[in-house]
């Protein structure tokens, strides 16, 4: 090989070497929870996917969930051995209403009594709709805990209620719930999600 050809190519590898630098490990900007928490809260659309397990005494039922939150309108169809197959449920703030496997629509105070004699209680959708986020409802006192080094929730106590958060899932660069469990009294509720879209 002609020495000169030789010694450009020894440059050109010394100049790719050279160029060849270690980039600097940039950390993920850590948003604390006083920052998380009114987000989190302010979302007003989200579907989830998953299941849920129902045990209230020693009776338990096991069913397929749906969730579609829009604006302050929740979506919720729960399919399974519910008794009769799929209910439909529709809540925005106090008003539910619920169409059976009949097509039967309930609403007000016989919607909440279907609900009650399906699952074996009435849920808190007003404030569920926030807990299965990871944070609690604005609208009542909480106690939280959150995970050590994490700024997302542990445990929280709100309503009577504790929920336990199990584990998170990264969703559109946001950390969401992907398993929590409640208890209130002798009613413990263990949901799993499969998938969320934001």
Known sequence: MPRKVAAALGAAFLGLVAGCRTLPVVSPVVVSWDARRPQLQARDHFELSGRVAIAVGDQGVNANLQ??????????????????????????????????????????????????????????????????????????????????????????????????????????????????SLQRDTVRVRLLVDGWRL
């Open 67 to 180: 969730w579609t939150e829009v604006g302050a309108r929740s979506q919720v169809t729960l399919e399974g051995p519910l008794g009769v197959g799929a209910v439909r449920i529709s809540a925005e703030g106090d008003d539910l209403e619920i169409v059976n496997a009949s097509g039967q629509h309930l609403d007000s105070d016989a919607a909440h009594a279907e609900l009650a004699s399906r699952l074996g209680f009435d849920p808190p959708l007003k404030s569920l709709r926030y807990w299965i986020q990871g944070v609690p409802d604005p609208a009542m006192p909480a106690t939280e805990t959150l995970e050590p080094g994490q700024q997302r929730l542990q445990d929280l106590s709100q309503g009577g209620w504790s929920v336990h958060y199990t584990s998170y899932v990264l969703v559109a660069g946001e950390s969401l719930p992907a398993r929590l």
